[in-house]
């Protein structure tokens, strides 16, 4: 059903990463998964979605389609910046890429109702196109700055600092995705607590859904009686990937007989980002191919399989704005012991749809681990609840409270003209 007439021209700007990116492997992650998800929702009402984003390869197309009916990504050419660039050298391109967005939009020609930016480094664009075409703009940060920085105990970098500051100040409204990050924002940012809505992502609850673990595990050549656990992302320091490691390490002492059983997927990285994390495992004489099975960047596609095929997944991070990743594998109808932060200490109920643990602790990760793998019918109820749960977070429902909000915004500024 579509709440508007005529139906919504939207401009999604994700300056540093596609909607079409590998998953996985450098900054591509939950961010991606949300604008693809996002996009093709918002077509399937009829509405009109072009999401501008950086064109990594200079042979490659302008416009792709794939998405759906409704969705397009937009792949901008910005010169002297061909393949992969860092945030600093996209974000000194900032204006070459709002001109390539208007350039686009005056050559096809079409008229947007709203730009909805995301991350950082989208705003400044966002901005400027509020101020050329006189229409509103909505942000959404998927991580903050200060945040990151803070927990990793660095500095944080001025110039990302300075724009999240600035982009909470003009920004018409923000989307916050956990009441979490809306504290965060008034705390660290200042920003006007009525420009701010909680709106989490969503999840496919068709295609992630609770499927049986035989199939799945046969095509990855696990031993049917194994105890799998699965990681899932891309691999970063605050992602606590070696806690993991360190965990399994402390099980072999304690359960031997568990240890032998126990099978841990890693999803995510390239060979690269793995480098740190093989060596760890062989450090801690965890042999890969027999406990740790290192599997790369998988399509979103494959991803149900993967989670069909675990006891538990695992996510130690030290940060999460949201979690998507978790909200996929509730759907899926696995329990997850993850660190109660950010988007984490809301998805998961402790207990219920798996455990929360305390950050850098990877004693009380094994031992919850042990305990989850050591009662079937605990973990077999936790699964159950996981997939209830996460009905609250299906796309139609998410799509719904985005439009109210986009109504209300544009109601608002056709009042004010």
Do not use: C
């Not at 499927?211 to 696990?222: F, K, S, T």
């Not at 850098?360 to 989850?372: K, M, V």
């Amino acid at each position: 059903m579509n709440e508007f007439s005529p139906p919504l021209k939207l401009a999604f700007i994700s300056v540093h990463t596609s909607p079409l990116a590998q998953l996985g492997v450098q900054k591509s992650g939950g961010m991606n998964v949300y604008l693809h998800e996002l996009a093709r929702e918002l077509g399937r009402r009829g509405h009109h979605i072009d999401i501008f984003t950086h064109r990594p390869d200079p042979a490659g197309r302008e416009v792709d389609g794939s998405m759906g009916a409704g969705s397009r990504v937009i792949h901008l050419a910005l010169k002297g910046l061909p393949g992969p660039r860092s945030q600093e050298e996209l974000f000194e391109a900032r204006q070459q890429f709002a001109a390539g967005v208007i350039r686009f939009a005056t050559r096809n020609p079409i008229r947007y109702d709203l730009v909805y930016s995301h991350y950082w480094l989208s705003g400044w664009v966002a901005e400027k196109l509020k101020e050329i075409w006189q229409i509103p703009f909505i942000q959404m940060f998927h991580t903050l700055g200060q945040m990151k920085h803070r927990i990793a105990n660095r500095s944080f970098p001025s110039t990302r600092t300075r724009e999240e500051l600035r982009i909470t100040e003009r920004a018409d409204a923000i989307i916050a995705a956990t009441p979490a990050e809306r504290a965060q924002l008034r705390w660290l940012y200042r920003a006007n607590r009525r420009k701010i809505h909680i709106v989490p992502p969503g999840v496919d609850t068709d295609f992630f859904q609770p499927r049986p673990a035989e199939p799945a595990r046969r095509h990855l050549a696990l031993p049917p009686q194994a105890k799998v656990l699965l990681f899932v992302g891309r691999i970063e320091p605050l992602k606590a990937v070696d806690d993991i490691l360190k965990a399994l390490a402390q099980i072999r002492v304690l359960r031997p007989a568990v240890f032998r059983e126990l099978r841990l997927l890693i999803v995510g990285g390239n060979p690269h980002e793995l480098g740190p994390i093989r060596q760890l495992a062989t450090r801690l004489a965890l042999r890969e191919k027999d406990t740790v099975h290192f599997l790369g960047p998988l399509p979103h596609s494959e991803l149900p399989r993967a989670y069909a095929a675990a006891d538990a997944v695992i996510m130690p991070s030290d940060y999460e704005s949201f979690g998507m990743v978790a909200l996929e594998a509730l759907a899926s109808g696995r329990p997850v012991i993850a660190t109660q932060v950010g988007g984490l200490a809301h998805l998961i109920e402790d207990g219920h749809t798996g455990y929360h643990i305390p950050t850098r602790e990877p004693g009380i990760l094994a031992d919850r681990i042990l305990h989850l793998l050591s009662h079937e019918k605990t973990a077999a109820a936790m699964g159950h609840n996981a997939a209830i749960s996460a009905q609250r977070y299906s796309w139609q429902r998410i799509g719904d409270e985005l439009l109210a909000i986009f109504q209300r915004l544009l109601s608002s500024v056709q009042r004010d003209r």
